[in-house]
């Protein structure tokens, strides 16, 4: 028999032996990360990433505290609705300053708690500053907070793991002048792992951990200042 045919039988026997090491890695790598214990280092955590992974958000706050921050996005229902909604002459702060260029699925959305205002900030696709939108308290209290479950889009590295290690989200509703418009909070920071963190399953998923820590809080820091959400 020509050996050569041996070869890819040798590729993809690696290949599956690679796999199964690499899972059995992973699922150690989650068994000894203790997520209350983790949740004890908000503070240090929250602190750490707005120093480097998100200095761009301190920027872009100019000065004012951050409470709490945490990933964003906009349904396409919502774009469709602000857009015909500016279309048809409607003025308002809170719609107009969305801008038809945020329907892009890889501009990246955050939600930032200062003190009782919430902002919406999104990206354009070099992550500069594109939308900076200021929900003050008394749009807040007007508002509605929903549950909505696993995110189905976007859930790159999360997407093959059990629904238990899933980010999830939120909706919140804000009533602008008798039109509701909805925006989804999510319950970490989106993670985005480099080659060498997904062939580090312990680094991976501690940084998963730190991202899920600071994004989970902003809803309970939220629901704490807000009775109504």
Same mark, same amino acid.
């Given at each position: 028999?020509?050996?050569?045919?041996?070869?890819?039988?040798?590729?993809?026997?690696?290949?599956?032996?690679?796999?199964?090491?690499?899972?059995?890695?992973?699922?150690?790598?989650?068994?000894?990360?203790?997520?209350?214990?983790?949740?004890?280092?908000?503070?240090? +955590? #929250?602190?750490? &990433?707005? $120093?480097?992974?998100?200095?761009?958000?301190?920027?872009?706050? /100019?000065?004012? !505290?951050?409470?709490?921050?945490?990933?964003?996005?906009?349904?396409?229902?919502?774009?469709?609705?602000?857009?015909?909604?500016?279309?048809?002459?409607?003025?308002?702060?809170?719609?107009?300053?969305?801008?038809?260029?945020?329907?892009?699925?890889?501009?990246?959305?955050?939600?930032?708690?200062?003190?009782?205002?919430?902002?919406?900030?999104?990206?354009?696709?070099?992550?500069?500053?594109?939308?900076?939108?200021?929900?003050?308290?008394?749009?807040?209290?007007?508002?509605?907070?929903? +549950? #909505?479950?696993? &995110?189905? $889009?976007?859930?790159?590295?999360?997407?093959?793991?059990?629904? /238990?290690?899933? !980010?999830?989200?939120?909706?919140?509703?804000?009533?602008?002048?008798?039109?509701?418009?909805?925006?989804?909070?999510?319950?970490?920071?989106?993670?985005?792992?480099?080659?060498?963190?997904?062939?580090?399953?312990?680094?991976?998923?501690?940084?998963?951990?730190?991202?899920?820590?600071?994004?989970?809080?902003?809803?309970?820091?939220?629901?704490?200042?807000?009775?109504?959400?």
């Amino acid at each position: 028999m020509n050996p050569l045919f041996f070869i890819p039988v040798i590729v993809i026997g690696v290949g599956v032996a690679f796999m199964i090491y690499m899972n059995k890695k992973h699922q150690s790598a989650k068994e000894e990360i203790d997520i209350d214990q983790e949740r004890l280092k908000y503070e240090r +955590y #929250k602190s750490e &990433l707005l $120093e480097h992974d998100f200095s761009k958000i301190v920027r872009w706050l /100019k000065g004012k !505290p951050v409470d709490a921050f945490t990933s964003a996005s906009v349904s396409q229902s919502t774009l469709d609705k602000v857009v015909n909604l500016i279309g048809d002459g409607f003025e308002d702060l809170a719609l107009s300053a969305f801008k038809v260029k945020v329907t892009r699925v890889d501009a990246d959305c955050f939600w930032v708690l200062s003190g009782t205002d919430l902002h919406f900030l999104s990206t354009d696709t070099d992550g500069k500053l594109e939308d900076h939108i200021i929900f003050d308290n008394f749009r807040l209290e007007e508002a509605s907070l929903h +549950y #909505k479950g696993i &995110l189905k $889009e976007g859930l790159g590295a999360y997407s093959k793991q059990a629904d /238990k290690y899933l !980010p999830k989200a939120h909706t919140i509703v804000f009533n602008i002048n008798g039109n509701q418009l909805p925006l989804e909070i999510h319950d970490r920071l989106k993670y985005i792992p480099s080659p060498t963190d997904l062939m580090d399953g312990n680094k991976s998923f501690f940084y998963k951990t730190k991202y899920q820590v600071v994004g989970e809080r902003l809803i309970e820091i939220l629901k704490s200042k807000y009775s109504n959400l």
